[in-house]
Protein backbone atom coordinates (compact mmCIF):
# COMPACT_ATOMS: atom_id res chain seq x y z
CA UNK A 1 0.00 0.00 0.00
CA UNK A 2 1.44 3.42 -0.96
CA UNK A 3 1.99 5.73 1.79
CA UNK A 4 0.36 8.22 0.03
CA UNK A 5 -2.41 7.82 -2.58
CA UNK A 6 -4.13 9.89 -4.97
CA UNK A 7 -6.10 9.01 -8.10
CA UNK A 8 -4.19 9.62 -11.46
CA UNK A 9 -6.92 10.88 -13.44
CA UNK A 10 -7.31 12.56 -15.37
CA UNK A 11 -10.36 14.24 -14.08
CA UNK A 12 -12.10 16.27 -16.68
CA UNK A 13 -14.15 19.20 -14.97
CA UNK A 14 -16.26 21.87 -16.66
CA UNK A 15 -15.18 25.40 -16.50
CA UNK A 16 -17.42 27.41 -13.61
CA UNK A 17 -17.88 23.73 -11.76
CA UNK A 18 -16.32 22.34 -8.60
CA UNK A 19 -13.13 20.40 -8.87
CA UNK A 20 -12.99 18.08 -6.10
CA UNK A 21 -9.58 16.13 -5.81
CA UNK A 22 -9.11 13.31 -2.95
CA UNK A 23 -6.06 11.98 -1.21
CA UNK A 24 -5.95 8.97 1.16
CA UNK A 25 -2.76 8.56 3.20
CA UNK A 26 -1.92 5.29 5.61
CA UNK A 27 0.43 6.33 8.71
CA UNK A 28 -1.98 7.08 10.80
CA UNK A 29 0.69 9.69 12.90
CA UNK A 30 1.24 11.98 10.21
CA UNK A 31 0.49 15.01 11.25
CA UNK A 32 0.49 18.01 8.29
CA UNK A 33 -1.34 18.03 4.65
CA UNK A 34 -0.28 19.89 2.10
CA UNK A 35 -1.88 20.26 -1.86
CA UNK A 36 0.59 21.82 -4.54
CA UNK A 37 -0.44 22.64 -7.84
CA UNK A 38 2.31 21.90 -10.64
CA UNK A 39 2.10 22.97 -14.23
CA UNK A 40 3.40 21.19 -17.00
CA UNK A 41 7.23 21.80 -16.86
CA UNK A 42 7.22 23.73 -13.87
CA UNK A 43 7.94 23.11 -10.26
CA UNK A 44 5.15 22.39 -7.68
CA UNK A 45 3.48 25.57 -5.93
CA UNK A 46 2.09 25.55 -2.19
CA UNK A 47 -1.36 26.07 -2.66
CA UNK A 48 -3.06 24.86 0.72
CA UNK A 49 -2.13 23.81 4.11
CA UNK A 50 -3.98 21.60 6.75
CA UNK A 51 -3.37 20.45 9.97
CA UNK A 52 -6.55 20.29 12.00
CA UNK A 53 -9.69 18.21 11.10
CA UNK A 54 -12.51 19.97 9.25
CA UNK A 55 -12.30 22.74 6.42
CA UNK A 56 -9.67 25.08 5.58
CA UNK A 57 -10.69 27.90 3.17
CA UNK A 58 -8.54 29.95 1.43
CA UNK A 59 -10.35 32.06 -1.94
CA UNK A 60 -11.47 29.78 -3.87
CA UNK A 61 -10.02 26.44 -2.61
CA UNK A 62 -10.99 24.26 0.37
CA UNK A 63 -8.87 21.61 2.21
CA UNK A 64 -11.17 18.87 3.74
CA UNK A 65 -8.92 16.95 6.22
CA UNK A 66 -10.79 13.40 7.91
CA UNK A 67 -7.93 12.35 10.44
CA UNK A 68 -10.52 9.23 11.61
CA UNK A 69 -10.52 8.13 7.87
CA UNK A 70 -6.78 9.48 6.76
CA UNK A 71 -8.58 11.30 3.90
CA UNK A 72 -7.70 14.59 2.59
CA UNK A 73 -9.20 16.53 -0.35
CA UNK A 74 -9.20 19.75 -2.31
CA UNK A 75 -12.09 21.57 -3.78
CA UNK A 76 -11.99 24.29 -6.13
CA UNK A 77 -14.76 26.18 -6.93
CA UNK A 78 -15.83 28.07 -9.87
CA UNK A 79 -13.23 26.00 -12.12
CA UNK A 80 -11.04 28.32 -14.66
CA UNK A 81 -9.23 26.74 -17.42
CA UNK A 82 -6.03 28.24 -15.38
CA UNK A 83 -6.62 25.43 -12.67
CA UNK A 84 -5.50 22.99 -15.27
CA UNK A 85 -2.89 21.02 -13.32
CA UNK A 86 -1.31 18.30 -11.51
CA UNK A 87 -2.26 18.41 -7.97
CA UNK A 88 0.14 16.64 -5.60
CA UNK A 89 -0.93 15.87 -1.97
CA UNK A 90 1.75 16.04 0.56
CA UNK A 91 2.39 14.77 4.49
CA UNK A 92 4.40 15.40 6.94
CA UNK A 93 4.67 12.47 8.95
CA UNK A 94 6.94 13.38 11.35
CA UNK A 95 6.42 16.40 14.20
CA UNK A 96 9.56 18.71 14.21
CA UNK A 97 10.70 17.44 10.85
CA UNK A 98 10.44 18.45 7.09
CA UNK A 99 9.97 15.01 5.69
CA UNK A 100 7.43 15.24 3.03
CA UNK A 101 5.96 11.65 1.19
CA UNK A 102 3.81 13.15 -1.88
CA UNK A 103 0.88 11.49 -3.68
CA UNK A 104 1.54 10.38 -7.65
CA UNK A 105 -0.42 13.38 -8.64
CA UNK A 106 -4.25 14.19 -10.06
CA UNK A 107 -4.48 15.73 -13.34
CA UNK A 108 -7.18 18.27 -13.57
CA UNK A 109 -8.38 19.51 -16.88
CA UNK A 110 -10.71 22.69 -17.07
CA UNK A 111 -12.95 22.46 -19.99
CA UNK A 112 -13.73 26.00 -21.33
CA UNK B 1 13.32 38.47 -4.85
CA UNK B 2 12.55 35.61 -2.67
CA UNK B 3 13.92 32.29 -4.60
CA UNK B 4 15.43 29.11 -4.87
CA UNK B 5 18.11 28.53 -7.60
CA UNK B 6 19.13 25.51 -9.04
CA UNK B 7 22.14 25.27 -11.74
CA UNK B 8 22.08 24.11 -14.13
CA UNK B 9 18.69 23.65 -15.79
CA UNK B 10 19.41 20.79 -18.12
CA UNK B 11 22.37 18.09 -18.12
CA UNK B 12 23.05 15.75 -19.96
CA UNK B 13 26.18 13.36 -18.72
CA UNK B 14 27.72 9.82 -18.95
CA UNK B 15 27.87 7.18 -17.15
CA UNK B 16 30.38 7.84 -13.97
CA UNK B 17 31.52 11.18 -14.71
CA UNK B 18 31.09 12.25 -11.36
CA UNK B 19 28.36 15.88 -11.18
CA UNK B 20 27.41 18.51 -8.84
CA UNK B 21 23.59 20.00 -9.02
CA UNK B 22 23.96 23.41 -7.02
CA UNK B 23 20.59 24.56 -4.87
CA UNK B 24 20.96 28.10 -3.06
CA UNK B 25 18.27 29.93 -1.67
CA UNK B 26 17.94 33.40 -0.43
CA UNK B 27 15.38 33.27 2.49
CA UNK B 28 17.53 32.37 5.39
CA UNK B 29 15.80 28.89 5.33
CA UNK B 30 16.76 26.48 7.79
CA UNK B 31 15.51 23.07 6.38
CA UNK B 32 16.44 22.11 2.33
CA UNK B 33 15.12 19.37 0.51
CA UNK B 34 16.25 17.55 -2.65
CA UNK B 35 13.73 15.35 -4.77
CA UNK B 36 13.21 13.40 -7.90
CA UNK B 37 10.43 13.00 -9.88
CA UNK B 38 9.57 10.10 -12.32
CA UNK B 39 6.76 9.56 -14.23
CA UNK B 40 4.56 7.12 -12.27
CA UNK B 41 6.13 7.37 -9.36
CA UNK B 42 5.99 11.08 -8.11
CA UNK B 43 8.40 13.27 -5.81
CA UNK B 44 10.65 11.43 -3.91
CA UNK B 45 12.53 12.55 -1.15
CA UNK B 46 16.16 12.27 -1.74
CA UNK B 47 17.96 14.13 1.25
CA UNK B 48 17.16 16.75 3.67
CA UNK B 49 18.58 19.32 5.71
CA UNK B 50 17.37 20.60 8.87
CA UNK B 51 20.20 23.26 9.44
CA UNK B 52 24.13 24.15 8.48
CA UNK B 53 26.17 20.09 8.53
CA UNK B 54 22.96 18.41 9.87
CA UNK B 55 21.19 15.89 7.04
CA UNK B 56 19.63 13.09 6.97
CA UNK B 57 18.74 10.86 4.32
CA UNK B 58 15.07 10.66 2.64
CA UNK B 59 13.57 7.55 0.36
CA UNK B 60 15.57 7.33 -2.13
CA UNK B 61 19.36 8.32 -0.97
CA UNK B 62 21.43 5.40 -2.76
CA UNK B 63 23.90 7.04 -5.28
CA UNK B 64 23.49 10.69 -3.89
CA UNK B 65 25.33 12.72 -1.30
CA UNK B 66 25.34 15.89 -0.09
CA UNK B 67 26.88 18.76 2.35
CA UNK B 68 25.45 21.71 4.08
CA UNK B 69 28.28 23.94 4.93
CA UNK B 70 26.40 27.17 4.61
CA UNK B 71 22.81 27.56 5.51
CA UNK B 72 21.88 29.09 1.86
CA UNK B 73 23.48 26.33 -0.32
CA UNK B 74 22.65 22.82 -0.53
CA UNK B 75 24.38 20.54 -3.06
CA UNK B 76 23.56 17.21 -4.77
CA UNK B 77 26.48 15.46 -5.27
CA UNK B 78 26.32 12.30 -7.96
CA UNK B 79 29.56 10.58 -7.55
CA UNK B 80 28.84 7.67 -10.03
CA UNK B 81 26.07 8.82 -12.36
CA UNK B 82 24.21 6.07 -13.71
CA UNK B 83 21.00 5.49 -16.25
CA UNK B 84 18.68 5.07 -13.51
CA UNK B 85 19.69 8.36 -12.16
CA UNK B 86 18.25 10.10 -15.22
CA UNK B 87 15.19 12.62 -14.00
CA UNK B 88 13.87 15.79 -12.73
CA UNK B 89 15.64 16.98 -9.58
CA UNK B 90 14.06 19.60 -7.33
CA UNK B 91 15.53 21.53 -4.57
CA UNK B 92 13.31 23.19 -1.68
CA UNK B 93 13.66 25.36 0.88
CA UNK B 94 11.17 26.30 3.75
CA UNK B 95 10.97 27.45 6.79
CA UNK B 96 8.83 26.46 10.17
CA UNK B 97 5.85 28.91 10.67
CA UNK B 98 5.34 30.08 14.40
CA UNK B 99 2.06 29.08 15.69
CA UNK B 100 1.45 26.13 13.95
CA UNK B 101 4.84 24.81 14.05
CA UNK B 102 4.35 23.45 10.74
CA UNK B 103 6.00 24.32 7.30
CA UNK B 104 5.84 25.80 3.66
CA UNK B 105 8.51 24.45 1.65
CA UNK B 106 9.02 26.40 -1.57
CA UNK B 107 10.40 24.33 -4.80
CA UNK B 108 13.34 25.64 -7.20
CA UNK B 109 13.25 25.20 -11.29
CA UNK B 110 14.22 21.85 -11.30
CA UNK B 111 17.21 20.46 -13.28
CA UNK B 112 16.31 17.74 -15.94
CA UNK B 113 19.33 15.32 -15.83
CA UNK B 114 20.30 12.70 -18.42
CA UNK B 115 22.57 10.17 -18.10
CA UNK B 116 23.71 8.12 -21.10
Known amino acids: QKEVEQNSGPLSVPEGAIASLNCTYS??????FFWYRQYSGKSPELIMSIYSNGDKEDGRFTAQLNKASQYVSLLIRDSQPSDSATYLC????????????FGQGTRLTINP | EAQVTQNPRYLITVTGKKLTVTCSQN?????MSWYRQDPGLGLRQIYYSMNVEVTDKGDVPEGYKVSRKEKRNFPLILESPSPNQTSLYFC???????????????FGPGTRLTVT
Open chain 2, 92 to 106: ASSFRRSGTGTYEQY
Open chain 1, 90 to 101: AVNKIQGAQKLV
Open chain 2, 27 to 31: MNHEY
Open chain 1, 27 to 32: DRVSQS
